[in-house]
């Protein structure tokens, strides 16, 4: 498995709290996506970073903001969490080069995130 | 946005027979494909890949075929095994973002 590591596993919260995700890789790969997961719908992405300091929206981006301050961490924050951000949240990091070109997204084993 | 779709969410197969798992996809300018596996629990892994400038490739016992004049992707699995039930999904990727369609389920009878 790829070196990926999310945090924490499981949260319950309460509506209105501010909630952080936090995926670390090992992997020195630049590109780390953050994406949720609802019956019906697939995964979605949330935001996406192509590097330090460097983010972008995604198609579900509204709630949410993210920060990446080293290579090896991302992290999601619901700065005032509603009961429709009830998910399960998946980190991915990838990686493209001239040498290898295009290579998949590898994931971690995800967040259940429960907004009450 | 991207627009990647399953034709069938669920497919029920006897073990032993093959399978055969279709997508549709949107954006003719992405130039990278996968298939994923995801099992209840787990993170999707991934299966097999293909580029926008190849056919057909082929895996161990999986085989991801790319018709890129509709649209349409496609993974088979042969000899189909109990293990093999799961969810997949197939993705497709433009500009460094991965685009996921909504899964199709994979019962595998024995």
């Known amino acids: 498995d790829a070196g990926i590591t999310q945090s924490p596993r499981h949260k319950v919260t309460e509506t209105g709290t501010p909630v952080t995700l936090r995926c670390h890789q090992t992997?020195?790969?630049?590109?780390m996506y953050w994406y949720r997961q609802d019956p019906g719908h697939g995964l979605r992405l949330i935001h996406y970073?192509?590097?330090?300091?460097?983010?972008d929206k995604g198609e579900v981006s509204d709630g949410y903001s993210v920060s990446r301050s080293k290579t090896e961490d991302f992290l999601l924050t619901l700065e005032s969490a509603t009961s429709s951000q009830t998910s399960v949240y998946f980190c991915?990091?990838?990686?493209?080069?001239?040498?290898?070109?295009?290579?998949?997204?590898?994931f971690g084993q995800g967040t259940r995130l429960t907004v009450v | 946005g991207e627009s990647v779709g399953l034709h069938l969410p669920t497919l029920s197969v006897q073990e032993g027979d093959n399978s055969i798992i279709n997508c549709a996809y949107s954006?003719?300018?992405?130039?990278?494909f996968i298939w994923y596996k995801q099992e209840s629990g787990k993170g999707p892994q991934f299966i097999i890949d293909?580029?926008?400038?190849?056919d057909k490739r082929q895996g161990q016992r999986v085989t991801v075929l790319l018709n890129k004049t509709v649209k349409h992707l496609s993974l088979q699995i042969a000899a189909t095994q109990p293990g093999d039930s799961a969810v997949y999904f197939c993705?497709?990727?433009?500009?460094?973002?991965?685009?996921f369609g909504s899964g199709t389920k994979l019962n595998v009878k024995p």
């Open positions: 293909i580029r926008s400038n190849m």
């Open positions: 970073s192509y590097g330090v300091k460097d983010t």
């Open positions: 992997e020195n790969h630049r590109y």
């Open positions: 954006n003719s300018a992405s130039d990278y």
């Open positions: 991915a990091i990838s990686e493209s080069s001239l040498t290898r070109g295009n290579t998949e997204a590898f």
């Open positions: 993705a497709e990727k433009h500009f460094n973002k991965f685009y």
